[in-house]
């Protein structure tokens, strides 16, 4: 009987041992919702020599619509030493955890850019892909099916030798799949390995599963919010619309008559009074109410807009030209980058001439003592039939308290103005289906123009 029981004991140990893994694992996968952090605990703490399991591992995950397994991220064991241990002295209550600065080494790692470079088709040709995907079921490199498989050109090149895949399976469904192999040592993995790594992958698999679910959550809950403010602003244009077209209206009137009679005393009196300079002053602050009430006009009525096909650098040209005085005033320095080609969009000329000469103009104010405002014309990054138009300064920036406001209409920081230049030149941009934004550079302020390229744009 003593000699079952010490039979037994170092296989009792092993499991032991493996579900205290197991269980330590559970801790750490459950210690964040971030979908980048948990990725990179997962393969960290399957390749750490800690757990003493595998020297690397893989993960792919699986594209809903397409099909398509993207690699998307790999961690080594040189890369995964530095996993830290957090909790009671006890084990059961213990876990990993990893920092931000190691996250950005495993990510910027050469292996790791190669990978994510990776994109396997399901396409029904390779047998393990087959069984990963539709068997949901653990592979071997070595298996039978895949000795003389020729279609596996991605992961054999990836790997090189022996390589266990284990499905990351949640809800019945392959959302992606982890790949382990041994590149140091050549270490043979074992069933016991094999045993492991699909408990493990379960685990992982629900987890990842989780934290997507949480993130699109998020995302749903921001844009809820994101559409109720917009609904909210919406409402309360609409009010602010109303009421200043309806005080425009009555405004306009006795402004012009003011203005007249105004304009006539001026011409009448003479040169060198005190009442000709009293004259100069009403007329010159009627024409400065006459065009806050334009604005307001103009911000209150429904927008038309004649489609034609414009070039963005003619019209940033013309913007510069009228301009030319406020810059010999303010004493700026003009850079425009971004000439050498045509930009054509579609739209009306002269709104978005509009649109430019107020963020120039708003620029040059922010000026007063001189600077350098700088132009430039480029095809946005990411978005091949867009272009963007940068307008920079060196007036010292927007506040971060007021950075979300600067588009309200009304709002201003200046001394004059109705605080709706802004507004209408957002306004304009949207009703050309482009966007605006607007960033510190440090030196100061930089706003960016997108706007869709014509159809023929290259």
């Known amino acids: 009987m003593n000699n079952h029981d010490s039979r037994q004991s170092p296989e009792t140990d092993s499991r032991l041992s493996e579900l205290t893994l197991l269980y330590q694992f559970s801790n750490t996968m459950l210690s964040t919702i971030r979908l980048n952090k948990l990725t990179?605990?997962?393969?960290?703490?399957i390749t750490t020599s800690s757990s003493n399991l595998f020297e690397r591992a893989i993960l792919f995950l699986r594209n809903e619509k397409t099909g398509v397994l993207q690699g998307m991220l790999a961690v080594t064991r040189q890369m995964s030493e530095e996993l830290q241990t957090v909790g009671d002295q006890d084990v059961l209550g213990s876990r990993w955890d990893i920092s931000d600065e190691i996250i950005a080494k495993q990510r910027s790692a050469d292996f790791c850019f190669q990978v994510r470079l990776t994109r396997i088709e399901n396409d029904g040709n390779c047998p393990l892909i087959n069984k990963i995907v539709s068997e949901r079921s653990l592979c071997r490199s070595d298996d039978t099916r895949c000795l003389h498989c020729t279609t596996c050109r991605f992961i054999k090149p990836l790997?090189?030798?022996?390589?266990?895949?284990?499905?990351?399976?949640?809800?019945e469904t392959t959302i992606g799949m982890i790949v382990v192999d041994n590149p140091d040592s050549g270490r043979e993995i074992t069933s016991d390995n094999l045993r492991f790594l699909q408990l493990f992958a379960n685990q992982a698999g629900m987890a990842i599963e989780n934290s997507m679910l949480y993130n699109r959550i998020e995302d749903a809950h921001l844009n809820l919010k994101d559409a109720r403010e917009r609904l909210v602003h919406g409402e309360r244009l609409a009010a602010i619309g109303e009421v200043a077209t309806n005080l425009a209206h009555e405004l306009k009137n006795p402004l012009i008559t003011i203005g007249g009679f105004a304009g006539r005393l001026l011409k009448s009196l003479p040169t060198a009074t005190r009442e000709r300079g009293y004259a100069d002053t009403i007329v010159t602050e009627v024409s400065r109410l006459e065009k806050m009430l334009a604005e307001i006009l103009a911000f209150s009525r429904k927008p038309t807009i004649c489609f034609s096909v414009c070039d963005l650098t003619d019209i940033?040209?013309?913007?510069?030209?009228n301009c030319a005085t406020a810059f010999e005033d303010h004493n700026i320095k003009v850079l425009f980058s971004g000439t050498?080609?045509?930009?054509?969009?579609?739209?009306?000329?002269?709104?978005?001439k509009q649109v430019f000469i107020n963020l120039i103009l708003n620029a040059c104010d922010a000026m007063p003592d001189g600077g350098h405002l700088n132009l430039a014309i480029e095809k946005a990054a990411l978005e091949k039939k867009s272009v963007t138009v940068t307008i920079e300064d060196t007036g010292g920036g927007v506040p971060a308290e007021m950075m979300r406001q600067i588009f309200n209409p009304f709002f201003t920081t200046k001394h004059h103005g109705t605080g709706l230049g802004l507004a209408i030149a957002n306004r304009i941009v949207v009703n050309h289906f482009g966007s605006v934004e607007v960033r510190n550079t440090g030196l100061g302020a930089a706003f960016t123009i997108s706007l869709p390229l014509a159809d023929y744009a290259e």
Not at 159 to 171: D, E, H, I, Q, S
Not at 316 to 321: E, T
Not at 340 to 350: E, F, L, M, Q, T
């Open 40 to 45: 990179h605990l997962i393969l960290t703490a």
């Open 159 to 171: 790997c090189g030798g022996l390589f266990a895949a284990a499905p990351l399976v949640a809800r």
């Open 316 to 321: 940033l040209q013309d913007c510069l030209a």
């Open 340 to 352: 050498d080609r045509r930009w054509p969009v579609s739209g009306d000329a002269y709104q978005l």
